[in-house]
């Protein structure tokens, strides 16, 4: 049995202003033997341990989309074009193949292609003509039926912190096995009730959300029924097929593949209103904040979901306009800054500088701040949470000032979060002596932070993020999708 595998993942953010081009993503391509030599984890690895179970052969063709840094905006045409036609071109050189795996995002943009994971999917059809494609794809994909219409079967993680990539690729390699030696014949159903929803409610440990996922799990436990899972979809790429969507896979049962993906599609409109209750904003959020800790409750973290870029100040500003102490923001990137304290400053050294506030007209004013540098450098650490734990990473340069009364802000040179401690310790600071921890980040967070917190407070702040999609100017998205089609803003919602 021989089996292609192939990576092109990219979730775009088309409100960020920077494109996403090859020059951006090529120095993070991985080809050939080097992808297998470099798995740690993920899709691919599950699709490896799959096959390695039953003597398959890898033909391992492209890794790409992957990119350090900041959200980046629409792929260009000759971007998509280079890596999609690597893969054909791999499978074409590759000779004859049993099956292929695809590691898609599905919340991929691209200009002048309105689905590109369905083109990916299309054209690597051509290649290889009636054998079993199955695709895997991220909870937050915003596909529709023309992904289901030409991939035999695709899996969606469900898993929000993400910490089932590795079982689902595992989940759709088994799938391809069965289906390429006869003992499963793919049939999948897609629905979409027209919800689009922020990141920030899309918690699988917390309802709708969770709800949806319970009912998935009971149609699951049907003999026939190999996936059933939710992607509520990514609402920061103004695309035609943005927002939830239902896929259920079953053995050789179509009718029972529609009626699943009609019930859960039907429950989640059932709940559509919890996708978009109402968040505190900075100053409500700090104040809930102080009020916590003033009974005891710290740390508390702040999770500002709405900052893409990286350089938002709204939460800085409203910190320091409450007095609040004990308080630490892992990183504002501020590349212009950092550069200059490098050049001109060193660590014991006190300094006043602005920071923040420069990528978009979302990022709100530059802070100034003064404090005493206590880290300069450019930390590799370890990740110590369940989101990545064991992963490596290697920072840009940062700078960690010490505002006083225990307060400390990270000027990045690139965006820069914490999901775990790692991010914190890694720049001397000592997490266990925070009353509020502010990150920029909307649940991913969660899988380390709720087990250290004694509250996590959701902030609407403004940003390209932003929890409020109203805010937000769209031109693609449907009419009538709840809550901001047009239609929503016409009729009044029961």
Known sequence: MR???AEFFHETCTFCPDPTTIELLEPHVRRGQAILDHLTGGYM??????????????VPLLEAGGAPGPYTSWLDTACFDKYTDEIVAGLREAGEVDGVLLSLHGAMAVQGVPKPEAEIVRRVRQAVGDKPIIVTLD????????LTDVADAVFVIKTYPHLDTEQTGYAAARCLIDTIQGRFQPRQALRKPGIISA???QATDYPPVRTLLERCREW????????????PGFAYADVPDVGLSVIAVTNGDQALADK????????AWSLRESFCQPLPNPQEAVAEALALIRQGQRPVVLADGADRTGDSTHMLQELLNQGVKNFAIPGIADPVVAKQLEATAQVGDKVKVS????ASEFSGAPVEISGVIEFMGRPKYTLVGPMGKGRQVQDGLVIRLNLGYNNHVVISERMRG???SAGFTAVGIDVDSLDVVVLKDRVHHRAFWDTVAKADIKVDAPGIGVADLSTLHYDNVPDDIYPIGRKWHKEEVR
């Not at 699943?260 to 429950?267: F, H, N, R, T, Y």
């Open 199 to 201: 990141s920030i409610y």
């Open 260 to 267: 699943i993906a009609q019930d859960v599609s039907d429950l």
């Open 45 to 58: 690895h599950g699709y490896k341990q799959a096959l390695d179970e039953v003597q398959a052969e890898l």
């Open 355 to 358: 920071v923040g506030g420069w």
């Open 220 to 231: 699951e436990k049907q003999d026939k029924v190999r996936w059933v899972a939710v992607a």
């Open 3 to 5: 089996v292609a595998i």
């Open 418 to 420: 914490a999901n775990d």
């Open 139 to 146: 909870l937050h994909a915003n596909e529709d039926a023309e």
